[in-house]
């Protein structure tokens, strides 16, 4: 019967047919210990030299790494197996001899090395955990998000303007000076308009907040989940160039219940992680201890009482400073739950931000920043609802009104109240799995001096 790994503890004494790669293997001349995995999960696979046919024990030995193979063998339990069962063998066919010399061994690799074997290395268990995480992360945020009330809302890649502030921008030609004049006829009209169109930037979005605010003032509440992209120049273990942000927006809801939404999405995030994921969180040797801790509710600091605490612990952080990764790292490291940092300078923030009516030098925003040294998971806002302030906001940053005209109609027509927050899906994955750097959480990583493979 063809099964799977994850499948077999339903067919103990049975004959079963798995299809996968051989990750590892090792043989005393009478007995060949086949180390096997087929995508769901692992197991050894006992051939014993006396019971095969000579041509099956033959293709065996020849056996190398990661060679394709399809396993039969009877199903037995065994106490000292990672998931309690092991085969034993009756035959083994080659799919595909794998050619000698896989890159990746048991000897320890430096990272650089495994990057550039990325299309390899995902098949090493710690990365195969790590993927499973990320999946059950996804689709923890889909199952919370409707069963509250948000409906999917996708917001376009290509964008005329900056959502986050222009330091960051990819920034391309759209239909640039390629562009053709047709040869056809054209009125002076159609021309003038293609003068235009070979003029356009575009640029790769940075989020999809903007957008999802139009979305909101017809859905009330939405969120998108897609990859974003920063031209980040800084090269931390918090920065890709490529990721993938989760964008959250609701109507009629204001800073406090903003956070209460971040909140509740973070607990049921992580709470799924560990009810699904205990034997992948075990493949990453991750302490769930602190992990259990994370209940709301959470610790609430203004960034005034942040940047105080923070000089207390030796920081020479500025009153009105934004947080560095270091300051986030120490202040996480003095509790043991998340910690939402709210109303920051607006001079450190974006445009769109609400400011505070008790202070009108700060906003309505906040981060929340994850334990044990992890820092910042999300950002989040109440936006400006107002049009005249907003386009007084607009004018104070420097940016050009003209691209903003249609964010400005969702203040100009049924403007309300409203609030949303953006989490990056590697910087949770590396906090729930314990990874230091946030490379390993994304299948292939685009970083400041990375995008291969
Ligand atoms: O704090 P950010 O810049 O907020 C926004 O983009 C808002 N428009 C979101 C919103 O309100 N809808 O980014 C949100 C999150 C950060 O908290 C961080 O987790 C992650 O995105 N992030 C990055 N992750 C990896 N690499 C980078 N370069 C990142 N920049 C931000
Ligand atoms: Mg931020």
Not at 124 to 147: K, L, N, P
Not at 189 to 207: F, I, N
């Amino acid at each position: 019967m063809s099964t799977t790994v994850s499948q077999i503890s339903q067919h103990v004494g049975q004959e079963v047919e798995l299809k996968g790669w051989c990750y590892n293997f090792r043989s005393s001349g009478k007995i060949f210990f086949l180390q096997f995995r087929d995508g769901t999960g692992r197991v050894q696979v006992v051939y014993s030299k006396a019971d095969l046919p000579s041509d099956q024990w033959d293709l065996l030995d020849a056996l190398r790494l990661e060679s394709s193979v399809i396993v039969r063998g009877v199903v037995k339990e065994d106490t000292r197996a990672p998931l309690g069962f092991e085969l034993n063998g009756v035959s083994v066919q080659v799919v595909q001899l794998a050619q000698e010399g896989y890159p990746i061994g048991k000897k320890e690799h430096g990272p650089e090395f495994l990057l550039d074997n990325r299309h390899l290395w995902l098949r090493a268990e710690s990365q195969w955990a790590v993927q499973r995480v990320r999946d059950r992360i996804i689709t923890s945020t889909y199952e919370w998000f409707h069963e509250n009330g948000f409906i999917k809302f996708d917001t376009p890649i290509l964008t005329p303007t900056s959502c986050e502030g222009t330091t960051e921008l990819f920034e391309m030609d759209y239909f640039g000076d390629e562009v053709e004049l047709s040869s056809m006829e054209h009125t002076a009209g159609e021309a003038q308009l293609r003068q235009e169109h070979r003029e356009t930037k575009a640029y790769l979005a940075q989020s999809g907040q903007l957008y999802l605010e139009a979305g909101i003032m017809s859905l009330g509440r939405a969120f998108d989940f897609g990859p974003v992209f920063r031209a980040e120049k800084s090269k931390t273990r918090r920065h890709l160039t490529e990721f993938w942000m989760m964008d959250a927006e609701a109507a009629y809801v204001e800073h406090e219940g903003n956070m209460a939404i971040q909140e509740a999405l973070v607990c049921r995030i992580v709470e799924d992680v560990l009810a699904h994921c205990a034997y992948e969180l075990k493949v990453l040797e991750r302490d769930v201890e602190p992990l259990k801790k994370v209940q709301a509710p959470f610790i609430h600091l203004t960034h005034a009482e942040a940047t105080k605490k923070l000089r207390e612990l030796g920081s020479d952080i500025g009153e009105r400073a934004d947080l560095g990764a270091d300051d986030e790292t120490l202040l996480t490291q003095q509790y043991d739950r998340p910690i939402f940092i709210e109303k920051y300078p607006a001079e450190v923030k974006a445009f769109y931000m609400k400011r505070d009516p008790q202070d009108d030098t700060r906003v309505l925003n906040n981060d929340l920043l994850a334990p044990e040294g992890y820092g910042e998971i999300i950002g989040g806002s109440q936006r400006e609802d107002d049009y005249e302030t907003l386009m007084k906001r607009i004018h104070d940053h420097g940016l050009d009104p003209k691209p903003f005209d249609w964010y400005l109609d969702l203040r100009r027509y049924g403007s309300v109240p409203h609030s949303g927050f953006g989490y990056g899906l590697e910087r949770i994955v590396a906090w729930t799995c314990g990874l230091h750097h946030v490379r390993e959480t994304i299948p292939f990583p685009r970083l400041v001096n990375r995008i291969t493979p």
